[in-house]
Nanobody, 115 residues
Framework: VRLVESGGGLVQPGESLRLSCATS????????MSWYRQAPGKERELVAS????????NYADSVKGRFTISRDNVQKTVYLQMNSLRPEDTAVYYC?????????WGQGTQVTVSS
């Protein structure tokens, strides 16, 4: 089982990034997929989640209207489109997969928003 995040980097405030989380070894369509983030000195927090069929999404209040989560059940990948980034979005972003019996985490990708 592998979850591999990519797409992080250093951007200026107001810019955009698109994170990807590619999975393998899992029945992707059966998974609830989420993005979490953890800033230095803070607890890990839920950013967004998307249900198995992809029709229902949930977002943290702090990212509503700016971030969009989506999934491709053929590519077995979940995405997080992040627009209008702010310095407070700086964190390590993690992908999480929740199956019927187990959950799995990726290794994280760093997002830094700074001028």
């Amino acid at each position: 089982v592998r979850l591999v995040e990519s797409g992080g980097g250093l951007v200026q405030p107001g810019e955009s990034l698109r994170l990807s989380c590619a999975t393998s070894g899992l029945t992707f369509s059966s998974l609830v997929m989420s993005w979490y983030r953890q800033a230095p000195g803070k607890e890990r927090e839920l950013v967004a989640s998307i249900m198995r069929a992809g029709g229902t999404t949930n977002y943290a209040d702090s990212v509503k209207g700016r971030f969009t989560i989506s999934r491709d059940n053929v590519q077995k990948t979940v995405y997080l489109q992040m627009n209008s980034l702010r310095p407070e979005d700086t964190a390590v972003y993690y992908c999480k997969a929740v199956g019927y019996f187990d959950s799995y985490w990726g290794q994280g990708t760093q997002v830094t928003v700074s001028s």
